[in-house]
């Protein structure tokens, strides 16, 4: 088993540039469709070998669209999907520890409750629900607390970032 630490597994959020000549306002939102590649808040992967471990995190990378965030959109205190759409999901091909504590190889709904303070990360065995609204905490694999560093720099979309060099 290799052993590997999770410091901030929240989002690491990325400067980007939008290129894309349709307006956002033109695009169809087709998440009960389950047309994917139409999302107004697209799927996207992030994924990275770490020793012989691959990590992979499955997510749709919601849009700020000029609307806060913290304590608003994504409300303190609650269960969130750590992005849009289905439950983010998040992949081990080897077992790993995470602030020591053993998590097995599998996949696993990612969730994190934010404060203004802290924030709770949960690794949820239930990978296959609709966004936190069927979240049942018995399915918790594991749970963890950290404490989330803010940036000044701004960036309009979720990005999660997968790094041996974390």
Do not use: H
Not at 8 to 24: G, P
Not at 91 to 119: C, E, H
Request: net charge negative; charged share 20%; with cysteine.
């Amino acid at each position: 088993m290799r052993i590997f630490n999770i410091i901030v597994l929240v989002a690491v959020l990325a400067i980007t540039s939008c290129s894309d000549s349709q307006k956002a306002g033109d695009k169809k939102n087709n998440t009960e469709t389950g047309e994917k590649e139409n999302r107004v808040s697209p799927a996207e992967t992030a994924t990275a070998t770490i020793g012989e471990n691959i990590v992979t995190i499955n997510y749709g990378s919601p849009r700020v669209k000029d609307r806060t965030i913290w304590g608003e959109l994504v409300p303190y205190n609650e269960v969130w999907r750590a992005g849009a759409n289905e439950a983010t999901t998040i992949s081990f091909t080897q077992d790993v520890m995470i602030n020591g504590q053993l998590l097995k190889k599998d996949t696993y709904a990612f969730f994190a409750i934010p404060t203004a303070t802290d924030w709770t990360i949960i690794f949820n065995l239930d990978e296959k629900q609709w966004g936190a609204f069927k979240y049942n905490e018995t399915d918790d694999a594991l749970r963890f607390t950290v404490t989330p560093v803010m940036t000044d720099a701004f960036a309009e979309n979720l990005t999660f970032n997968v790094s041996p060099n974390a």
